[in-house]
């Protein structure tokens, strides 16, 4: 996937300037058009050309949007306006980012566009659901009630991705510790040692003679190893944002067991809490439906959503493509199919999410629960391959002397 830089007119008459990630470039125009945008310039950006922001601050966070909504519909249920609302928010918001972007929505209100089509002009502030939500309460003039629903979703949304990541913490903060206990042993001690194995004067045992010489590489060669890693480190995260690669890591991420329980509750709750709220907010199945394919992680989930849109556009029920596609539990789909059928889709939707954000939690603590004895295992025998090769030479050397 490439990203394109571009210049471009709003419907207001501003000019805007961005990037945007696509396959090619009809389809960066095929967005662009869609965020009704009238494109002057659209071109591929290098590694040298891409716009470069060192702002201090990363991009505004969930939590960060989820009270920024909050504080939003306090004031205007206090009664303030849209325009003094925003203005509030700039003084109050603390990320540097979200502050920018709400200074120029501002602006953009006061020259008549709506508040949705100025949250568009920043994609990368104001996530696409939060837009359509937006435009969906002005159009039904509901803005308090969408606003609320934005905040709910972000902060559901929030709360089932920081459990997943918590379950990846403890693994990697092992891992990373092991790598540099075993580096240093290598590095030091190993070669500490080295003099005296030496003096022995008798062969060395095969795994004492494998870290000496394990040693001596990362000793001699170290300007080779460490680029080396960094590149390969690189190459998989650039691989990853491959087409290829998405659906490699993805397939990969459906076959490993615990994982793949996890990925599949995960990406379960996620559909039913953002479609609930969309088709709560008044926004078309259809474009609920590829909004929250947006949001999917698994490049197969994103897949199966997309094809389930064409179906719906065709007459076919959502159920129908979601059973087909494989993925997803038979809960999800036979719960949407009653819905479908009382007229209740909402509410179900609502209950699979609260049913799949505990089943998250569940297989986050059933993952770490088996993880932590496969860690203790492999830190074992690392551990322990280091200690028998100091250990074993010695040993080698007291059997000579008793023999003596």
Same mark, same amino acid.
């Given at each position: 996937?490439?990203?394109?830089?571009?210049?471009?007119?709003? @419907?207001?008459?501003?000019?805007?300037?961005?990037?945007?990630?696509?396959?090619?470039?009809?389809?960066?125009?095929?967005?662009?058009?869609?965020?009704?945008?009238?494109?002057?310039?659209?071109?591929?950006?290098?590694?040298?050309?891409?716009?470069?922001?060192?702002?201090?601050?990363?991009?505004?966070?969930?939590?960060?949007?989820?009270?920024?909504?909050?504080?939003?519909?306090?004031?205007?249920? +206090?009664?303030?306006?849209?325009?003094?609302?925003? !203005?509030?928010?700039?003084?109050?918001?603390?990320?540097?980012?979200?502050?920018?972007? &709400?200074?120029? /929505?501002?602006?953009?209100?006061?020259?008549?566009?709506?508040?949705?089509?100025?949250?568009?002009?920043?994609?990368?502030?104001?996530?696409?659901?939060?837009?359509?939500?937006?435009?969906?309460?002005?159009?039904?003039?509901?803005?308090?009630?969408?606003?609320?629903?934005?905040?709910?979703?972000?902060?559901?949304?929030?709360?089932?991705?920081?459990?997943?990541? @918590?379950?990846?913490?403890?693994?990697?903060?092992?891992?990373?510790?092991?790598? *540099?206990?075993?580096?240093?042993?290598?590095?030091?001690?190993?070669?500490?040692?080295?003099?005296?194995?030496?003096?022995?004067?008798?062969?060395?045992?095969?795994?004492?003679?494998?870290? /000496?010489?394990?040693?001596?590489? *990362? *000793?001699?060669?170290?300007?080779?190893?460490?680029?080396? #890693? %960094?590149?390969?480190?690189?190459?998989? @995260?650039?691989?990853?944002?491959?087409? %290829?690669?998405?659906?490699?890591?993805?397939?990969? +991420?459906? !076959? &490993?067991?615990?994982?793949?329980?996890?990925?599949?509750?995960?990406?379960?709750?996620?559909?039913?809490?953002?479609?609930?709220? #969309?088709?709560?907010?008044?926004?078309?199945? %259809?474009?609920? /439906?590829?909004?929250?394919?947006?949001?999917?992680?698994?490049?197969?989930?994103?897949?199966? &959503?997309?094809?389930?849109?064409?179906?719906?556009?065709?007459?076919?029920? &959502?159920?129908?493509?979601?059973?087909?596609?494989?993925?997803?539990?038979?809960?999800?789909?036979?719960?949407?199919?009653?819905?479908?059928?009382?007229?209740?889709?909402?509410?179900?939707?609502?209950?699979?999410?609260?049913?799949?954000?505990?089943?998250?939690?569940?297989?986050?603590?059933?993952? =770490?629960?088996?993880?932590?004895? =496969?860690?203790?295992?492999?830190?074992?025998?690392?551990?322990?391959?280091? *200690?028998?090769?100091?250990?074993?030479?010695?040993?080698?050397?007291?059997? +000579? #002397?008793?023999?003596?």
């Amino acid at each position: 996937m490439a990203t394109y830089g571009y210049k471009a007119i709003t @419907k207001a008459g501003k000019e805007v300037k961005g990037s945007l990630e696509a396959d090619n470039k009809d389809l960066a125009m095929a967005e662009l058009r869609r965020q009704e945008l009238t494109v002057i310039d659209l071109g591929e950006q290098s590694f040298l050309t891409k716009d470069i922001d060192i702002q201090i601050g990363g991009w505004p966070k969930a939590r960060d949007l989820s009270v920024m909504c909050r504080q939003f519909v306090s004031m205007t249920k +206090a009664g303030v306006s849209i325009l003094e609302s925003l !203005k509030m928010l700039c003084e109050q918001t603390e990320n540097k980012r979200l502050q920018d972007a &709400l200074k120029e /929505v501002r602006i953009s209100v006061e020259k008549g566009e709506t508040l949705a089509d100025s949250m568009a002009e920043h994609p990368k502030v104001f996530p696409g659901i939060m837009v359509n939500m937006v435009a969906a309460g002005e159009a039904s003039g509901s803005l308090d009630t969408a606003m609320d629903r934005v905040a709910v979703q972000l902060e559901k949304s929030h709360k089932t991705q920081a459990m997943v990541k @918590k379950a990846m913490i403890y693994p990697i903060a092992v891992c990373v510790v092991a790598v *540099i206990v075993t580096v240093i042993m290598l590095v030091k001690v190993i070669p500490s040692y080295e003099n005296m194995f030496e003096s022995l004067e008798t062969e060395l045992p095969w795994i004492t003679q494998f870290y /000496v010489n394990l040693s001596h590489g *990362i *000793i001699n060669y170290w300007f080779i190893i460490v680029p080396g #890693l %960094i590149a390969i480190a690189f190459g998989i @995260k650039s691989f990853a944002t491959t087409d %290829i690669g998405k659906h490699f890591f993805g397939k990969i +991420a459906l !076959k &490993l067991p615990l994982v793949k329980t996890l990925i599949i509750k995960s990406a379960s709750s996620m559909m039913a809490r953002t479609l609930s709220t #969309l088709i709560g907010a008044g926004v078309p199945l %259809i474009e609920a /439906v590829d909004i929250v394919s947006g949001v999917m992680s698994n490049v197969y989930f994103k897949e199966a &959503l997309l094809d389930a849109k064409e179906e719906i556009t065709i007459g076919m029920p &959502l159920s129908r493509p979601l059973q087909e596609s494989g993925l997803f539990p038979p809960m999800v789909y036979q719960m949407i199919r009653i819905g479908e059928e009382s007229g209740s889709t909402e509410d179900m939707l609502d209950k699979l999410a609260d049913y799949y954000e505990e089943e998250v939690e569940m297989a986050v603590q059933s993952l =770490m629960a088996a993880m932590e004895p =496969m860690i203790i295992v492999a830190l074992a025998i690392v551990v322990g391959g280091l *200690i028998a090769a100091c250990m074993m030479p010695m040993m080698s050397m007291y059997t +000579a #002397l008793d023999s003596l």
